[in-house]
């Protein structure tokens, strides 16, 4: 059984910064390949960020290259979102996912929610 539990959300300018933390519990192995998706009324969820949990590839989409930071603790149990120089249209709800992944081109391939068998409940992030 696998856990997820997102935090930080909340109100910022545009141009300021968030950090999203994702704590992680359950089997390890079972959830090697992680992301951060988002989410805004009436549409789908995107993928903005993915991590490869045994080799370390990250992967970003092209809205948020630049500016998100996706990344993992030294204890592997919190993956962490940082946000920078955010944007109105980077208001969403956050999601942090979680799936197991045959390989790290796996775990970069899988872009939609469809694709990930674990979920938080999400956090709200507003820019203004």
């Known amino acids: 059984h696998v856990q997820l539990v997102e935090s930080g959300g909340g109100s910022v300018q545009a141009g300021g910064s968030l950090r999203l933390p994702c704590t992680t519990s359950g089997d390890t192995a079972r959830r090697n390949c992680m992301a951060w998706f988002r989410q805004t009324p009436g549409q789908a969820r995107e993928r903005v960020a993915g991590?490869?949990?045994?080799?370390?590839?990250?992967y970003y989409d092209d809205s948020v290259k630049g500016r998100f930071t996706i990344s993992q603790d030294n204890t592997r149990t919190t993956l962490n979102l940082v946000m920078n120089s955010l944007k109105p249209e980077d208001s969403a709800m956050y999601y942090c996912a979680a799936v197991w992944a045959y390989s790290a081109a796996d775990c970069g391939a899988r872009l939609s929610e469809s694709h990930y068998s674990w979920w938080g409940q999400g956090t709200q992030v507003t820019v203004s």
């Open positions: 991590l490869d949990r045994t080799g370390g590839r990250k």
